[in-house]
């Protein structure tokens, strides 16, 4: 099929986005769900930033290949993104790892995932492939990123963060010359390279790689077959690429969309529960590193239809308050103090209860006097009365996970312990 004049290089290119990661470093908050379903921002989950990105950017052919642990994942990908006709050429398939290529394996890395879904790609007719990690929080129009690869003659072009030197060690960094043409890859160096013009800085790969269907796909065969490979994007395809082709970054800062109101390109790796805890309390912020409410990029998800939030009781001691906070629908704060917190869909607090940079899952019930601060509170967990979280380090540790910086999870499993061991 011969693109027409003019035509937006999104048109001609499906994004297949990588979501089976388990997610270990977010510990509990992984054990029902993959990652990238984990929620975030009120009303949204994890993988809802980069599907937003590609529909945003005109991208109208998305394929999501799923592994552990995906009931939830795919449950939210049917209700909440089931929108795509295939009158209209739009495509949104789950690719469940299904040992579709031989019975023995799963997905075995990365591009293993591509390679074990290349007839489902082959029949979309697309001329460019967007692979995208799921798990990460940003806004980007990946046109932008498009044009740069066509305009390159680039064999891939690798989406890269600019990152302060000294924290670049934790990233697969770049190495490139005065045209962006990365030299080598380097995985988390000891001593990352500067940029051309700019020593004190390195660019950093965030896992999206642009590519022509084409060349992949021989790419991908050809890895199939090797023995010695690990079937991965980052440790074998890109290198292989910067040693015998032609690889090209693309900085963030290019296409990163934003609204006005964000001072710099925003995006988070949130795979641990500190950076899980300071995203979503970012977004309580008078001007958030991040801007949700920015209806010309908007953040597409499951829309559940759910009354509005609502604040009861106006008593000295008790009144249903909430200061520097996101609270969604169908929560009710009755009589309980809430500042600089996020509540997601369906919290109940109850009278003379104190949250206090709380991030706070769907379905939880806070009952009356329990005080909770700096933590995250999973999905559907029922808050003991008088239950306080966030001030005795040691008290939190013996019951609930804390981390090194002090950021609180609470389970239902330890709720119920801590109950068992009260009683």
Not at 359 to 381: F, M, S, T, W
Not at 406 to 422: E, F, H, P
Request: overall charge negative; proline content about 5%; hydrophobic content about 40%.
């Amino acid at each position: 099929m011969q693109p027409r004049p003019n035509q937006r290089l999104s048109s001609q290119a499906m994004a297949f986005v990588l979501a089976g990661g388990r997610g270990s470093r977010l510990k509990e908050l992984t054990n029902t769900r993959a990652k990238p379903a984990v929620y975030f921002g009120g009303k949204t989950r994890i993988i809802d930033f980069a599907l937003s990105n590609a529909l945003n950017s005109g991208i109208r052919k998305m394929a999501i290949a799923t592994q552990y642990k995906a009931h939830s994942l795919i449950r939210h990908m049917q209700r909440g993104w089931g929108f795509f006709r295939a009158e209209r050429n739009e495509y949104l398939d789950i690719l469940p790892a299904s040992q579709r290529v031989d019975e023995n394996k799963w997905y075995l890395g990365t591009a293993d995932a591509v390679t074990q879904n290349i007839d489902i790609v082959d029949s979309y007719g697309v001329k460019y492939i967007i692979v995208l990690a799921g798990d990460h929080i940003y806004k980007m129009d990946y046109e932008i990123m498009l044009q740069q690869h066509v305009q390159s003659g680039a064999d891939v072009t690798i989406g890269c963060l600019t990152v302060p030197r000294a924290e670049a060690s934790a990233f697969g960094v770049m190495d490139v010359d005065a045209q962006g043409r990365i030299i080598s890859f380097m995985e988390k160096p000891k001593n990352p390279p500067g940029m051309p013009g700019d020593p004190d800085h390195t660019l950093a790969s965030m896992g999206i790689y642009v590519f022509d269907w084409t060349f992949l796909r021989e790419l991908l065969i050809a890895d199939m077959d090797d023995p010695n490979s690990s079937h991965d994007f980052g440790n074998d395809l890109i290198p292989d690429i910067v040693k015998n082709g032609k690889a090209v970054a693309h900085q963030f800062a290019k296409s990163c969309v934003k609204s006005g109101l964000e001072d710099e390109p925003y995006w988070r790796d949130v795979g641990t529960i500190d950076a899980f805890w300071q995203a979503n309390i970012d977004l309580t912020d008078f001007v958030p590193k991040l801007d949700i409410y920015d209806n010309t990029w908007p953040i597409w998800t499951y829309a559940e239809i759910l009354p509005p939030a609502k604040f009861i009781h106006n008593e000295e001691g008790r009144r249903g308050t909430a200061v520097s906070s996101l609270v969604s629908g169908d929560c009710i704060v009755s009589g309980s103090e809430v500042s600089n917190s996020l509540l997601f869909t369906g919290v109940r607090t109850h009278s003379y209860s104190k949250l206090e940079y709380a991030v706070v899952l769907p379905q939880v019930v806070v009952n009356r006097r329990a005080e909770l601060k700096n933590c995250v509170i999973d999905r559907g967990v029922i808050i003991p009365e008088g239950l306080v979280v966030g001030q005795d380090p040691d008290e939190d540790s013996k019951w609930f996970r804390r981390t090194d910086s002090g950021i609180v999870l609470v389970t239902q499993d330890m709720i119920d312990i801590w109950s068992r061991a009260k009683s």
